[in-house]
């Protein structure tokens, strides 16, 4: 029992990477390899997909290699634009320091060839040590746009049930706390909402930088809460106008003729607010909704 969780990864990382040598990403290869993506999921709290990225970064950063899309697509037998398709997977685990990413001196400049990922030492070290998913994500940034990013991409994890609604309001508290740097981070908390709130906004605010001035409520609310009837009661609570965002003059429920659903946009309020914090939209009235 002394050994179980270093042989169990181990042995998973090993069985996954001999199996998808030449595998070509076939859907078969995936089932065989189903119970292996089981255990490191398990371990590592993320999706199949994420777990499986994570077991080649580490065979072969053990072969003394970093890791870009085409040595995998070689490793695979298959075409790197194949891998494209895993970009998401690639930009989480890189958000949240499972893995380290230095740019490589290809010559060619398209997004993502010159990507290199290294597992993170910490992780390493805890399996061979054989302890827990250590504590790998760092909470201080020196970037406005890629902390906002992290906040909202830690609630894909929450939708796909890798963390709960507690540990995602946890993970945010840490986040805003250690980010108090930026004018942004320091109006909200001085606005003194609850960190549903808070998060619920911050997540307003990346849909808006990535070019969506309106959302989906309901996509929003999957991110964040696991229990439908807490999802449900927020809805109302927007709905009715009892919501503080809503009190705050900071969001607003609009109409559009795409969706019979309650959509959301943030308020010019808030458009103000974030331009007096050195955050300017290039977004209009006209930009696309999500």
Same mark, same amino acid.
């Given at each position: 029992m002394e050994h179980t969780i270093k042989t169990k990864i181990l042995n998973s990382i090993e069985r996954i990477y001999e199996e998808s040598k030449g595998c070509k990403l *076939?859907?078969?290869f995936f089932t065989e390899i189903d119970t292996e993506l089981y255990v490191l999921s398990k371990y590592f709290r993320t999706t199949k997909s994420q777990s499986f990225l994570i077991a080649?970064?580490?065979?072969?950063?053990?072969k003394d290699e970093t890791v870009d899309f085409n040595n995998l697509a070689e490793h695979f037998d298959s075409y790197p634009i194949k891998i494209l398709e895993y970009s998401d997977d690639f930009k989480y685990l890189h958000l949240s320091n499972i893995f380290r990413m230095?740019?490589?001196q290809h010559r060619v400049k398209v997004a993502g060839a010159n990507d290199q990922y290294v597992i993170n030492?910490? #992780?390493t070290k805890a399996i061979l040590e054989n302890e827990s998913m250590p504590k790998i994500l760092e909470t201080k940034t020196t970037d406005i746009y890629e902390l906002l990013e992290k906040i909202y991409i830690i609630?894909?994890?929450r939708d796909v049930e890798k963390i709960t609604t507690s540990e995602l309001f946890n993970l945010s508290k840490e986040l805003i706390s250690n980010n108090l740097h930026f004018s942004l981070i320091k109006e909200i908390v001085q606005l003194k909402i609850p960190i549903e709130d808070s998060y619920f906004f911050l997540c +307003? #605010?990346?849909k808006a930088i990535s070019f969506c001035k309106s959302t989906e409520i309901s996509w929003v609310l999957e991110n964040i809460? *696991? #229990?439908e009837a807490k999802r449900d009661n927020y809805k109302a609570k927007i709905i009715s106008g009892e919501n503080i965002l809503v009190e705050k003059d900071l969001i607003e429920i609009i109409k559009v003729q795409w969706s019979n659903g309650t959509i +959301?946009?943030?308020?010019d309020n808030s458009y103000n607010l974030l331009k007096e914090c050195g955050i300017n939209l290039l977004l209009d009235k006209n930009k696309k909704s999500a």
């Amino acid at each position: 029992m002394e050994h179980t969780i270093k042989t169990k990864i181990l042995n998973s990382i090993e069985r996954i990477y001999e199996e998808s040598k030449g595998c070509k990403l *076939d859907e078969s290869f995936f089932t065989e390899i189903d119970t292996e993506l089981y255990v490191l999921s398990k371990y590592f709290r993320t999706t199949k997909s994420q777990s499986f990225l994570i077991a080649m970064v580490y065979a072969l950063n053990y072969k003394d290699e970093t890791v870009d899309f085409n040595n995998l697509a070689e490793h695979f037998d298959s075409y790197p634009i194949k891998i494209l398709e895993y970009s998401d997977d690639f930009k989480y685990l890189h958000l949240s320091n499972i893995f380290r990413m230095q740019k490589s001196q290809h010559r060619v400049k398209v997004a993502g060839a010159n990507d290199q990922y290294v597992i993170n030492e910490k #992780i390493t070290k805890a399996i061979l040590e054989n302890e827990s998913m250590p504590k790998i994500l760092e909470t201080k940034t020196t970037d406005i746009y890629e902390l906002l990013e992290k906040i909202y991409i830690i609630g894909a994890q929450r939708d796909v049930e890798k963390i709960t609604t507690s540990e995602l309001f946890n993970l945010s508290k840490e986040l805003i706390s250690n980010n108090l740097h930026f004018s942004l981070i320091k109006e909200i908390v001085q606005l003194k909402i609850p960190i549903e709130d808070s998060y619920f906004f911050l997540c +307003l #605010i990346w849909k808006a930088i990535s070019f969506c001035k309106s959302t989906e409520i309901s996509w929003v609310l999957e991110n964040i809460y *696991d #229990i439908e009837a807490k999802r449900d009661n927020y809805k109302a609570k927007i709905i009715s106008g009892e919501n503080i965002l809503v009190e705050k003059d900071l969001i607003e429920i609009i109409k559009v003729q795409w969706s019979n659903g309650t959509i +959301l946009s943030l308020t010019d309020n808030s458009y103000n607010l974030l331009k007096e914090c050195g955050i300017n939209l290039l977004l209009d009235k006209n930009k696309k909704s999500a």
